[in-house]
Each structure stands twice: as structure tokens, then as C-alpha cells.
């Protein structure tokens, strides 16, 4: 499937950053949690339209969530693994949009 894609459909760049945040926290914690997770960190707000915003995002209502359900150690440990994640997105797209 390709990496803008869910099940056949494009999927537009800011709700396929938040599927690679839900993606890469089922990398260590179930995906059941992940979900979870995401849906109370995203409770009552709109999902981030664009890298500032989405990083902003990770940093204060998801964080705080993390932090609530698994503690402040855990929570630095899953924000830190989800902002190497981030970057290797940024990178990559980086590195497609100049041909590279």
C-alpha cells in the first residue's frame, strides 16, 4: 500500500501524520492503547494541519496524556521515540520533493 493510503484511498498529509504517530506508538504499546491514546489527546481540538502544529501537538496534549496514563519517564521515553519518527517522515518527503 502506498505511503499516502489507507485501504486503496489517498489519505491528505496531516491525517497521515497522525496515523504514523498512532503507527509508531503501537510500536510499544497495543494498538488498542494507541488508539486510545490518540482519541483522548485529540479530544475537543481539530487535528494539526501542518508540521508546527503537529509537533506542538506531540509535545502538550499528547504528552500530557502519555504522561497521565504511563507516568513522566515513559511518557519522555514514547514522545522522544515519536519525534525520531517525525523527523524521518520529514526527512524523507524532504528528500522526495527535491527528486533525492
Known amino acids: 500500500m502506498p505511503p499516502g493510503s489507507q485501504g486503496g484511498r489517498l489519505i491528505d498529509a496531516p491525517r497521515l ?3 504514523r504517530i498512532r503507527r509508531a506508538l ?4 497495543t494498538p488498542a492503547c ?4 490518540m482519541e483522548e489527546a485529540l479530544r475537543g481540538r481539530s487535528a494539526p494541519s501542518d508540521p508546527i502544529a503537529l ?3 506531540v509535545e ?3 504528552r500530557d496524556v502519555l504522561t ?3 507516568g513522566p519517564e515513559l511518557a519522555n521515553l514514547l514522545v522522544l521515540h515519536l519525534g525520531r519518527v517525525l523527523r524521518r517522515v520529514a526527512l524523507a518527503s524532504t528528500a522526495r ?4
Open 17 to 19: 501524520q497522525l496515523l
Open 26 to 29: 503501537g510500536e510499544v504499546v
Open 34 to 37: 494507541a488508539e486510545a491514546v
Open 55 to 57: 509537533a506542538a501537538f
Open 60 to 62: 502538550h496534549p499528547l
Open 68 to 70: 497521565w496514563r504511563f
Open 97 to 100: 520533493s527535491q527528486g533525492g
